[in-house]
């Protein structure tokens, strides 16, 4: 048929003959939450798979996930390297940072899909050509730039603001030692490191840090026109902050 002028345009991101539980699941990935007239009529119907309580609840959670086997101790192996067991604060401090990016994965994220695509594919591509040009001559770099990469890969948003700000930082005191880059390969992965770090701090909402980010890579030479979708998104939250 004819669309009338002014006529709402709707597209379904999902099937919408699932149930509600595995709907709202699905949809955790693009960010935000449904608020339908189908989804608003069955929230209060549907039981859950474990019971009558309407409210969703992932069925791949138990005790364990949450606190960590009494016998069992954190174990990270890392770059294919060794393992080493984490205990005590440290292995606490760890399991805090898988459950916030556990929370990041399925509650509605700050950053739009189309964002994080754009800064994924800047941080691939980018890394992985400074990646070629340092894993010989400076190979400490080359495992923090590994280490920035795949931690976006997986949207571990702690992560990436950790090791992205300890990368842009540990850069940045090259550059003011040495008054330069030693090579155009360091100033890619200082745009790397900040646009990581940019990431996961715009994911928490601290859109400010997260411009200051950007902003910093930019005086370096990162070009905004190459991440035109999330510098715009920043640029405009960190702004109505202000207001």
Not at 60 to 74: C, H, K, Q, S, Y
Request: charged content about 30%; glycine content about 6%; aromatic content about 10%.
């Amino acid at each position: 048929r004819d669309i009338e002028e002014g006529e709402e345009l709707c597209i379904s991101y999902i099937e919408t003959d699932q149930l509600y539980a595995k709907r709202r699941e699905d949809l955790a990935n693009y960010g935000f939450e449904c608020r339908c007239n189908k989804c608003e009529s069955e929230v209060n119907d549907e039981p859950n798979p474990n019971g009558n309580s309407a409210q969703f609840v992932p069925n791949d959670i138990n005790e364990d996930d949450l606190f960590g086997a009494d016998d069992e101790e954190e174990s990270i192996d890392s770059d294919g390297g060794s393992e080493r067991n984490l205990v005590g604060e440290e292995a606490l401090k760890a399991k805090y940072e898988e459950l916030v990016d556990a929370s990041d994965a399925s509650l509605i994220g700050a950053i739009t899909p189309l964002s994080f695509g754009e800064v994924h594919s800047f941080v691939v591509q980018q890394g992985k050509q400074a990646l070629e040009a340092l894993i010989t001559k400076d190979k400490p770099i080359a495992t923090e730039l590994a280490e920035c990469i795949a931690a976006l890969k997986v949207k571990k948003f702690s992560s990436c603001i950790e090791c992205g700000g300890n990368l842009e930082e540990n850069l940045y005191r090259i550059l003011q030692k040495e008054k330069s880059w030693p090579d155009i390969s360091y100033r890619q992965v200082y745009w790397v490191a900040a646009v990581t770090a940019a990431a996961g701090l715009a994911q928490r909402g601290r859109y400010l840090q997260s411009q200051n980010m950007l902003d910093k890579a930019n005086i370096l030479g990162l070009d905004f026109r190459a991440l035109p979708t999330f510098s715009s998104f920043v640029a405009r939250f960190a702004f109505e902050m202000f207001q």
